[in-house]
């Protein structure tokens, strides 16, 4: 349901405004009603589409939030881990700013060692 909210919502603001508008209710454990969507937009400076806050009320009164979340990450943590993971052919450019750090690292602590002996 909440998919065909967003597929059918159009016009100047955007829909986003809304999600993140009860993302926040529900970041905050509060219930995610019509009058508390209204709220939180108009303290945005926006005014509110009554008929978009009563789609999203509707569509998300049927949405495990937390599950919704929880499955929308994944994607982005198995792209994370799948590119975290290929072996490198040869040591890239990482790896000689970590050596030319190590030594700048080296040389200030030889110069502290020189002032106080």
Same mark, same amino acid.
């Given at each position: 349901?909440?998919?065909?909210f967003?597929?059918?919502s159009?016009g100047?603001s955007?829909?986003? %405004?809304y999600?993140?508008?009860?993302? *926040? *209710?529900h +970041?905050?454990? /509060?219930?995610?009603?019509?009058?508390?969507? =209204?709220?939180? !937009?108009k303290? $945005?400076? $926006? $005014? @509110?589409?009554?008929?978009?806050? +009563?789609?999203? !009320? &509707? &569509?998300?009164?049927e949405?495990?939030?937390?599950?919704a979340? =929880?499955?929308?990450?994944? @994607?982005? /943590? /198995? !792209? /994370?881990?799948?590119?975290?993971?290929? @072996?490198?052919?040869? @040591?890239?450019? !990482?790896?000689? %700013?970590? +050596?030319? %750090?190590?030594k =700048?690292?080296?040389? &200030?602590?030889?110069?502290?060692?020189?002032?106080?002996g």
């Amino acid at each position: 349901m909440l998919e065909s909210f967003i597929l059918r919502s159009s016009g100047t603001s955007t829909i986003m %405004e809304y999600l993140y508008a009860a993302l *926040l *209710l529900h +970041k905050l454990k /509060q219930d995610i009603t019509e009058e508390s969507l =209204k709220n939180v !937009v108009k303290a $945005t400076g $926006t $005014t @509110p589409d009554e008929i978009r806050i +009563k789609a999203l !009320v &509707a &569509a998300i009164g049927e949405v495990n939030i937390d599950e919704a979340l =929880k499955n929308a990450s994944l @994607p982005t /943590q /198995q !792209v /994370q881990v799948s590119a975290g993971s290929a @072996p490198s052919a040869s @040591p890239g450019p !990482v790896e000689k %700013e970590e +050596k030319k %750090e190590e030594k =700048k690292e080296e040389e &200030a602590l030889e110069g502290l060692s020189a002032l106080f002996g």
